[in-house]
């Protein structure tokens, strides 16, 4: 019985992130790039089979306290309030990865956690969740020296079952995301006050 109970005090025992993911070292609380943090904006065209090519846009928040919220949209969200077709709710850490092939060298990344997608009906006006233990995914990542723009590569799993570190793809595509920068409505932060002395 006691060994029974070491046993599954060893099985629950959270493992760093580190053990958890062969090749990726984290980041430590004073390493964390803090200007990552905030909302980034990117737009891309797609196409569905015989269809031309439409636009579209996804927005990343990195929330300071490490969640982050990864949302598409078939409108411009920054010209008019739009509601995102899919949302994927995660946990973000900034790290290093080292690549097996040696002479790829080792990389800034940026390792996502997935807990929950939400998708959106704009037919029937209803949501769809999907929660689950999703796997961990990782993004190469550049910071512009304005911090302006964050350069991301596609999103790729670098794990096999078995703890089997894989080679960062290089068919992985980058895409560059602006920085959005919420600026204070001169209506909003109005007071009725200042609006009947103006007049």
């Known amino acids: 019985m006691t060994r029974l109970i070491a046993l599954l005090a060893i099985a629950l025992t959270p493992w760093p992130l580190w053990a958890q993911d062969p090749g990726f070292s984290p980041a430590t609380p004073a ?4 200007q990552l943090a905030g909302r980034w904006i990117n737009a891309f065209y797609f196409a569905q089979p015989d269809q031309l090519p439409r636009p579209f846009w ?3 928040k990195l929330d300071a306290d490490g969640r982050a919220q990864h949302s598409y949209f078939s409108r411009d969200p920054v010209a008019e309030p739009s509601t995102p077709y899919t949302s994927i709710l995660s946990t973000w850490q900034a ?13 800034a ?7 929950e997608q939400i998708n959106y009906d704009a037919l029937l006006n209803s949501f769809q969740y999907i929660r689950g233990n999703f796997g961990p995914q990782f993004r190469r ?14 999103l790729v799993v670098l794990e096999v079952p078995g703890d089997i570190v894989i ?9 560059v995301f602006s920085r959005l920068v919420d600026r204070p409505s001169a209506v909003e932060f109005a007071r009725w006050g200042q609006i009947k002395r103006g007049r």
């Open 167 to 175: 080679s960062f793809p290089s068919a992985a595509r980058d895409m």
């Open 141 to 154: 990542y550049t910071l512009s020296s304005d911090g302006a723009q964050l350069t991301l590569s596609e």
């Open 58 to 60: 996804q927005v990343i």
């Open 31 to 34: 390493q964390q790039p803090a």
């Open 95 to 107: 790290g290093l990865f080292v690549d097996p092939e040696v002479a790829k060298g080792t990389f």
């Open 109 to 115: 990344v940026i390792r996502l956690q997935p807990n």
